[in-house]
DNA sequence: GAAACAACCGAAAAGGTTTTCTTAAACTCT
DNA sequence: AGAGTTTAAGAAAACCTTTTCGGTTGTTTC
C-alpha cells in the first residue's frame, strides 16, 4: 500500500468524463452543477478513493488550516488537559494541530516557531510551564498569538489563564460553608505566582466572613515530605487548627498522612482541601481528597476559541481568566 | 503585525535583481551561481524576512515534511512521554508532528486518519491505551504506519512495545540480588496484557533461580486501595513474605502504606517494587520507591526512527521490543 | 422564427516553489 | 580569430486545487 501515488482530482474527473473544474464545484457542493453529474462525480471520488490535497488548497487559498501548538511542560500534568481542549476545539473545525515542545528554552521556542510559520500556520498557542507571567513573542509574528496557562506580559496581547486569586477565594469558601473557622494554610514554592495569588484569594474571603487565618501561610516545596513536615509544625504551634488549606493534591498527601499519624481524624478533627484535582491522588487517598478542578480542558478549548476568532479577524485583546470549581469529596464532609 | 502577507520567492528574487530560478538555487546551496550572486540573494532574504512556503514545497515534492500522531490516551501517562520521544525525534529532522487524540473510538480514530492523509502526511504513528494487541489499520492507507506501546495484531505491520516478559524478569532478578527469596505479586487488571506478562517474566526467573512464586499472583485494579486491601490478605495467609512486586507504583503505595499499619519495616521485613517509575509517586513514597522505568521515551524515538526509515524506504517488520531499566531507591536496599 | 434567457460545463489563471532545459556570456586553446 | 568548452543565469513546466468568466446547449417568449 505504501507506493500508490494519491488519487488527484484530474482523476476523478476523467473517471466521471468532466472537467476538472466540474469535479471541482461537485465535491464541494457548489450549485451550477447537473445532480445527475454531481452523483456521478461523487461516485468517481468515492471509487478512487479521493482525499483533496489540503497542501494545493491552503496554497490556494493562503489559510492552510492549521494552527501551532507551542508547549514547555510536555512531561506536566497540567499543559496535557490544556493541550486536549486545543485538540478538542480545533478538530471540531477541521483544524489541525501542530505540537511542538519547547521545553522551556526560548531558543528552542523561537526556532520552533520559525519553522511553524514557514509551515503557514493560521495561528499559533503558547502553553507556560508556570502561571507567571511571560515574555510577549507577538511582535513581528504574521499570523495572531493566543497565550495559554502563563499569560502574556503585554496586555494587548490574548491571554487565557486561571483564576489563582478566585480559587483561593473559592476554597476558603467552601470550608467556612463545611463549618470550619480555624483554617490555616500550607502550600508551594513561594516563587510560583499560583502559591502567592491564591493566599491572597484565601485572606480576602477570610476577611470577608470576619475570620483570620490561623498562623501565615507556610510556603515551602510542592512535594508530599513538605506537607508532612509543615503539618508537624503548623500542629505543634497551632492545635486549634479545624482545616488545611494545601498549594496541591501532593502536598495534602503528606498533611493527611502526617495528620492521621499524630491520630487526628480527617473530616472529623481537621478538614483538608488540596488543588488540581489529580484524579488519581485525590480519590485514592486514605481519606478522598476534596480538591479544586483548574478546568484545564475548557481553559485549552478557550484558547483554540480566541485563537479562532482572532484568525476570523476578531482578535481579542487582554487575559481571560477561567475559573475554578471545588471538587468535594470526604476530606471536607460538613461537621454534624 | 497580523495584516501583511508572507514574503515571497519571488520579492526575494526582485529586490536581489536576479530570477526566481536563481534565488531558489542560491538558497538551496545549489551551485552554479556564482558566489556574489549568491550572497546578494541570501543578504534579500534575510533584509526581507523570507520564509519558504512549507506548502508549495510540499505540493511539488510529494512530500510533505510531517507526520500524524494518533494517540488514545492523551491524558495517561504513557502516551506523554512517547510523544516527547517522538517530537524530539523529527524535532531534530524538520519534520512537523500533528497530533490527534482518538480517545478509543475506532470511528474517531478513522476520521482523523483521514485527516491526516488529506494533509499528506508522510507517515501516521499509532499510540494505543495498553501494552495489548491492536488492529492493524495498515490497510489502504498509502503511507508507512507504525504502532507505539500497543502492538499491532498484524506480525507484518512495523510496531514498537514494551517489554513486559522482560521487565518481569528484571524485577525478580533485582530482588533476588537484594537476598530476597519469598517474593510475592500483587498487580492490576487481569485483563490487561501488561499485568499478565510482567506476572510470567518474574515466574521464569524465579524458575531459573529454583525458587518459587509466594501464592499465587493477584490480580485486581490500578489502585491503591487494592494495594492494601491485596496487602492485608496476603500477610494474614503467607506472612513469610520477604518482597512483594507491584504492578504499578500505585498498587505499592497502596502496599507501603499496609504495611506500615502492619508495622513492618520497609525494607527491613519486606521490599516493595513498583513499576512505572512515576517521579513523583515514587520518590515522594514514604519509603522510596525502587520501580521499573520504561523507557517511554526510548520507545517513542524509536518509534519515529521506524517511521523515518519506513519513509526513506526502508521498512521495518515485527515488533521492536523495548527494555525496562529498574531505577533503585530504598524499599528495596539490601539485606545487611 | 428569432431573440432573450437559463442551466450547465470547461478553459485558464492563480498560488509559491523546485527542477530541467536552454541560452548567453566568458573563457581556453590552437 | 575562430571553434570548442565551461560557467552563470533565466524561461517554463510541474505539483493540485479553486474560482472566474466565457461558451454551448436547450428552452421559453413575443
Known amino acids: 500500500m505504501t507506493g ?22 461537485a465535491l ?42 507551542v508547549t514547555h511542560d510536555l512531561e506536566g500534568r497540567f ?15 477541521k483544524t489541525s494541530v ?5 521545553r522551556g528554552d526560548a531558543i528552542r521556542e523561537r526556532y520552533q516557531i520559525e ?3 514557514g509551515r503557514r500556520v493560521d495561528g499559533i498557542i503558547v502553553v507556560g510551564e508556570q502561571t507567571n507571567n511571560r515574555p510577549s513573542i507577538s511582535a513581528g509574528i504574521p499570523v495572531p498569538v493566543v497565550y495559554a496557562y502563563a499569560p502574556s506580559d503585554n496586555p494587548a496581547d490574548c491571554s487565557v489563564a486561571f483564576d489563582n486569586v478566585g480559587a483561593g477565594r473559592l476554597s476558603v469558601e467552601h470550608l467556612i460553608a463545611c463549618g470550619r473557622s480555624r483554617i490555616a494554610i500550607i502550600t508551594g514554592d513561594p516563587t510560583y505566582g499560583a502559591a502567592q495569588e491564591r493566599a491572597i484569594g484565601a ?63 480527617v473530616p472529623g478533627d481537621v478538614a483538608v482541601m488540596g488543588h488540581d484535582n489529580w484524579e488519581v491522588l485525590a480519590s485514592g487517598a486514605r481519606v478522598p481528597l476534596t480538591s479544586v478542578d483548574m478546568n484545564l480542558e475548557q481553559l485549552g478549548r478557550r484558547a483554540a476559541t480566541r485563537l479562532a476568532e482572532a484568525i476570523a479577524g476578531n482578535p481579542h485583546a487582554g487575559v481571560d481568566l477561567i475559573e475554578g470549581r471545588v471538587v468535594t469529596r470526604k476530606s471536607t464532609a460538613p461537621l454534624d
Chains 1, 2 share one sequence.
Open 115 to 117: 519553522a511553524l510559520l
Open 203 to 265: 485572606q480576602r474571603a477570610l476577611d470577608e466572613a470576619g475570620l483570620k487565618l490561623v498562623g501565615e501561610p507556610t510556603f515551602g516545596t510542592w512535594t508530599e515530605s513538605w506537607g508532612r513536615g509543615a503539618t508537624r509544625l503548623l500542629m505543634a504551634q497551632h492545635p486549634e487548627v479545624d482545616a488545611i488549606l494545601c498549594g496541591s493534591d501532593l502536598i495534602a498527601r503528606g498533611v493527611l498522612d502526617a495528620l492521621r499519624e499524630r491520630g487526628l481524624e
Open 98 to 102: 501542530f505540537l511542538t515542545d519547547a
Open 28 to 69: 464541494n457542493g457548489r450549485d451550477q452543477v447537473r445532480a445527475s453529474t454531481k452523483d456521478r462525480v461523487l461516485q468517481s471520488a468515492r471509487e478512487l478513493g479521493f482525499t483533496p490535497n489540503a497542501l494545493a488548497k491552503g496554497l490556494l487559498s493562503g489559510r492552510s488550516g492549521t494552527v501551532g501548538l
Open 79 to 93: 499543559s496535557i488537559p490544556i493541550l486536549m481542549g486545543v485538540e478538542d476545539a480545533f478538530g471540531a473545525e
Open 4 to 25: 500508490d501515488k494519491p488519487v488527484t482530482l484530474a482523476e476523478v474527473a476523467a473517471q466521471a468524463g468532466v472537467s476538472i473544474a466540474t469535479a471541482s464545484k
